[in-house]
């Protein structure tokens, strides 16, 4: 069975301090890995995917990278509004998602 | 851009009641899942459509079933509702092209609280 593991659960950042989120994952046939940002109560808002080993990818403070068994979501200089949830989903069969890291950025 | 809406976005049912929601994908997509989200959890696949085709089946109970219709939106509908139903319920849209994978993209969810 697919499994996506994210670490750590909750992470707390003073803005500017930056981090990295990690997702591992044992998976048959992965065709991509999914990050997405997930605020309360609201749905899932696509990041980034990543499909081969090697790959990485960035978006404003937000830099996805993927080896052969984890991604790395490093944040750089967070500010306050990159509070949320971040998901990691592995695509197989279906999408598998993690249990998410809840990053929470103090100003 | 189009985003997928999802309606209603708040819905409150009795047990044993019975719950219709909607999705309308982006444009040009031809694939529609259904997610449920309990509290503090992930999302959980429950099922999806390819051109108004069942694609694929996970974890949706018995008493729920749903259908991708001709303009390419999408109902689930929920029977003899049960407290465990409550959850969040995400839809998601894609583009399936060639059989190569497409992204996500989720709509903003129908909160679904039974009493």
């Known amino acids: 069975e697919d499994q996506v593991t994210q670490s750590p659960e909750a992470l707390r950042l003073q803005e500017g301090e930056s981090s990295s989120l990690n997702c591992s994952y044992t998976?048959?046939?992965?065709?991509?890995l999914f990050w997405y940002r997930q605020d309360p109560g609201k749905g899932p808002e696509f990041l980034f995917t990543?499909?081969?080993a090697g790959e990485e990818k960035e978006k404003e403070r937000l830099k996805a990278t993927l080896t052969k068994k984890e991604s790395f979501l490093h944040i750089t200089a967070p500010k306050p509004e990159d509070s949320a949830t971040y998901l990691c989903?592995?695509?197989?069969?279906?999408?598998?998602f993690g249990a998410g890291t809840t990053v929470t950025v103090r100003a | 851009a189009a985003g997928v809406i999802q309606s209603p976005r708040h819905l409150i049912k009795e047990k044993r009641e019975t719950a219709t929601l909607k999705c309308y994908p982006i444009?040009?997509?031809?694939?529609v899942y259904w997610y449920q989200q309990g509290p503090g959890q992930d999302p959980q696949f429950l099922i999806s459509?390819?051109?108004?085709?069942?694609?694929d089946k996970g974890s949706i109970p018995d008493r729920f079933s749903a259908q991708q219709f001709s303009d390419y939106h999408s109902e689930l509908n929920m029977s003899s509702l049960e407290l465990g139903d409550s959850a969040l319920y995400f839809c998601?849209?894609?583009?399936?092209?060639?059989?190569?994978?497409?992204?996500?993209?989720f709509g903003p969810g129908t909160r679904l609280t039974v009493l």
């Open positions: 998601a849209s894609s583009a399936f092209r060639d059989r190569e994978l497409d992204t996500q993209y």
């Open positions: 998976v048959s046939g992965l065709r991509g």
């Open positions: 989903a592995v695509q197989a069969y279906k999408l598998s």
């Open positions: 990543l499909y081969s």
């Open positions: 459509f390819y051109e108004k085709m069942q694609s």
């Open positions: 444009p040009r997509h031809d694939t």
